[in-house]
């Protein structure tokens, strides 16, 4: 993506990159667990035992630091979530408003306060920009700290094509397309490796890795590679507190690099409730243009 382009959806990228980094949770001074051979299978109904099942959901307090190869800022998010339903992210700086993104399970609604301009669509702009197949049902499973494909492949969605192993200590499910591209590199067979991804389409080259503690199955790190695009996503989770019997991060990192951009994001968050939420309003003044992408 081009400067410019990156630019116009800057707080749209970030506002949605913040949905993954509410949802990811471990536990904080847990015993140490020696991870142990687990199927596949297995692994995913941990995971899933595992689960933040919600009605509502808010995180009061994000505390950001945002930086790129084109500008730094700080800013503060707060973010409300209905099951099924809806998904508000609101970002301000100086207690002024900066964005916001409303998801429902058919549209995404995005207005830029600064800029003066909104976007309404369906999600298949987002997934472009993303490069990731994303819908409400992924964001949400997301938000619970379920495990869940970039792809909207129905093998994939059962993760019939992934696989399990162990490394480091941890619990790893990742695509099995990854898994055979690891054993190719490690052969020495990168020229066939790449003759071979040549005849595959793009999608089967974006290689997925989640790692999770032994002790609560919890999502500790995420992987994404686009080889195709040489681009990378990272995050990674740190410092936790309770909530309701399950734990979240206090520190949260991303890195994004590709050839256009390199991004950093540095989260803190606090204030996590339950409680019923009665307002998911997003305003749209009437002299904002409309950014159209096709």
């Given at each position: 993506m081009k400067a410019g382009g990156w630019n116009k959806f800057r707080?749209?990228?970030?506002?949605?990159?913040?949905?993954?980094?509410?949802?990811?949770?471990?536990?904080?001074?847990?015993?140490?667990?020696?991870?142990?051979?687990?199927?596949?299978?297995k692994l995913l109904k941990r995971v899933e035992q595992n689960a933040f099942d919600y009605n509502y959901f808010s995180v009061k307090r994000i505390n950001c630091q945002f930086s790129d190869r084109?500008?730094?800022?700080?800013?503060?998010?707060?973010?409300?979530?209905?099951?099924?339903?809806?998904?508000?992210?609101?970002?301000?700086?100086?207690?002024?408003?900066?964005?916001?993104?409303?998801?429902t399970p058919d549209s995404v609604k995005y207005v830029n306060y600064i800029d003066k301009n909104y976007f309404l669509d369906d999600y298949s702009y987002v997934s472009k920009v993303l490069n990731i197949?994303?819908?409400?049902?992924?964001?949400?499973?997301?938000?619970?700290?379920?495990?869940?494909?970039?792809?909207?492949?129905?093998?994939?969605?059962?993760?019939?094509?992934?696989?399990?192993?162990?490394?480091?200590?941890q619990y790893v499910l990742q695509s099995e397309k990854d898994r055979k591209w690891v054993k190719i590199e490690e052969k020495g067979k990168i020229e066939k490796a790449e003759r071979r991804l040549k005849r595959l389409d793009e999608d089967a080259i974006i290689l997925q890795r989640m790692f999770f503690n032994p002790a609560n199955f919890a999502l500790t790190r995420l992987l994404i590679e686009d080889k195709t695009n040489e681009r990378q996503l990272v995050m990674t989770f740190d410092d936790f507190e309770k909530f309701e019997r399950k734990n979240y991060p206090g520190l949260i990192e991303m890195d994004f690099n590709s050839p256009q951009n390199k991004v950093n994001l540095?989260?803190?968050?606090?204030?996590?409730?339950?409680?019923?939420?009665?307002?998911?309003?997003?305003?749209?003044?009437e002299k904002y243009e409309e950014i159209r992408v096709n």
């Open positions: 707080f749209l990228v970030v506002l949605l990159s913040l949905l993954w980094f509410s949802s990811c949770r471990t536990a904080r001074n847990i015993e140490i667990v020696e991870a142990r051979p687990m199927s596949t299978t084109y500008s730094k800022a700080n800013f503060r998010v707060n973010l409300k979530a209905q099951r099924d339903n809806k998904i508000l992210v609101s970002i301000s700086k100086l207690n002024i408003p900066v964005g916001r993104v409303l998801l197949d994303l819908d409400f049902a992924t964001i949400q499973s997301i938000l619970s700290n379920q495990a869940f494909s970039y792809r909207n492949d129905p093998d994939d969605r059962d993760f019939k094509t992934f696989d399990s192993f162990i490394e480091n200590g540095k989260i803190r968050m606090s204030g996590f409730s339950s409680e019923k939420i009665t307002s998911f309003s997003i305003k749209i003044p």
